[in-house]
């Protein structure tokens, strides 16, 4: 069985997807906006949507500004955006990215904390390792050279501290006794006491264990730092094939790493799509949008242009190298979500090999990923 999951960013991954026809680059900024499309994810049984973010206006140069005015500039926040959506969905998972070099560790715990308690155990969240330099001019600090292999370690550290913080309090930790006038047991809360080379937290959080008990951990593995990372600290891993024997050799470099982890990381591909049912209608519509732009899309995942039954070919002939499914990127939203939802879910449905139904009502379940107890609690 596949599983499907929806990169939501802006208008879409193409730079001019806000021109396009259907497109409400009016809207961008507004909670409707994206509540109707993750309420389009979900009627499509969608496992999860992820939530881009960022701390500098989005660019075509690799550092710094570009100074274009002809793309979208500027997102909302990720966390605050899904915790908008929430309460006006049910089933599908809310994954949003937070930058971890100059966020904090115990504000992201709980901040993914409370999003897990307001969605009842849909949360996850995306440890995203910046790559841009000028984003430390915001803060004031944190301005040295960003150098790969440490900011890969950071982020190590940053997820270890996340998910101890999720961990220190344990599952029944609230007691909220009236009669005794104890509302929480202080020998089930823990302090972490984690002293690393980027940080120093003694916890414990002070938001109560999620009902997920560790929301999913989901890392973006595009180098071998990256598959490292993912192997040691996410439960998936987004990877970007071009063939299906890439997809077998990339599984095996994030599982590599995974060994000795005690985590069974679970890999998603990551595919740019634009949905038509008529063929050569998709082709015909990006090569307008690269007119537009000014160049073709570039992409470090996979461009496909296409039906959704060849779509499913693709996804039928790549997932038995390993691949547990797809993170798919919208070419223009919300013609190529519908075109997941409404053209490729369908056909998967139809060959066997995708739900008709939720199954769970859980993130973590859903992938099949067990519901770990704290570390902390002291057992039986």
């Given amino acids: 069985m596949t599983h499907l999951a929806v990169a939501l960013d802006g208008a879409g991954r193409h730079p001019a997807a806000w021109r396009a026809h259907g497109s409400r680059p009016r809207e961008l900024f507004t909670a409707g906006y994206w509540t109707e499309l993750v309420l389009e994810a979900e009627r499509g049984l969608l496992d999860f949507v992820?939530?881009?973010?960022?701390?500098?206006?989005?660019?075509?140069?690799?550092?710094?500004?570009?100074?274009?005015?002809?793309?979208?500039r500027g997102r909302l926040d990720a966390v605050l955006l899904a915790a908008r959506v929430a309460p006006l969905t049910s089933a599908i998972g809310l994954v949003p990215g937070t930058d971890t070099r100059h966020a904090e560790p115990f504000h992201v715990a709980i901040g993914i904390a409370s999003l897990d308690h307001v969605s009842r155990g849909r949360a996850g969240w995306?440890?995203?390792?910046?790559?841009?330099?000028?984003?430390?001019?915001?803060?004031g600090r944190r301005d040295d050279p960003l150098v790969e292999s440490r900011l890969n370690a950071e982020a190590a550290d940053f997820v270890e501290v996340v998910r101890r913080l999720w961990d220190s309090w344990e599952d029944d930790a609230e007691i909220r006794d009236v009669a005794t006038g104890r509302f929480v047991d202080?020998?089930?809360l823990h302090y972490i006491d984690f002293e690393g080379e980027w940080f120093s937290v003694r916890g414990p959080s002070i938001t109560p264990r999620s009902p997920q008990g560790q929301p999913l951990v989901a890392v973006s593995a595009r180098d071998v730092p990256s598959y490292a990372l993912a192997g040691h600290a996410a439960d998936v891993a987004f990877v970007t094939p071009h063939t299906r024997d890439h997809a077998a050799d990339l599984v095996?470099?994030?599982?590599?790493?995974?060994?000795?982890?005690?985590?069974?990381?679970?890999?998603?591909?990551?595919?740019?799509?634009?949905?038509?049912e008529r063929p050569g209608a998709a082709a015909e519509r990006k090569v307008r949008l690269d007119a537009w732009d000014g160049g073709a899309l570039v992409s470090d995942a996979y461009v496909f242009t296409g039906t959704p039954a060849e779509l499913a070919d693709l996804i039928e002939d790549w997932r038995p190298a390993g691949l547990t499914g797809f993170r798919l990127h919208a070419g223009v939203l919300p013609h190529d979500l519908w075109g997941i939802t409404r053209g490729l879910v369908p056909e998967l449905q139809a060959r066997g090999e995708f739900r008709h139904r939720y199954d769970t009502a859980d993130l973590r379940g859903r992938l099949g990923l067990p519901r770990p107890a704290s570390r902390y609690a002291i057992s039986p």
């Avoid at 992820?50 to 979208?72: A, I, K, M, N, Y």
């Avoid at 995306?126 to 803060?139: K, S």
């Avoid at 095996?252 to 038509?276: H, K, M, N, P, Y």
């Fill in 50 to 72: 992820t939530f881009e973010d960022g701390l500098s206006l989005q660019s075509s140069w690799p550092d710094g500004f570009d100074g274009r005015l002809d793309q979208v």
């Fill in 126 to 139: 995306r440890p995203a390792v910046p790559v841009r330099q000028d984003e430390g001019g915001h803060f």
């Fill in 252 to 276: 095996d470099q994030v599982t590599a790493t995974a060994d000795g982890s005690g985590r069974d990381v679970q890999v998603f591909a990551d595919l740019v799509v634009f949905l038509d």
């Fill in 186 to 188: 202080r020998h089930k």
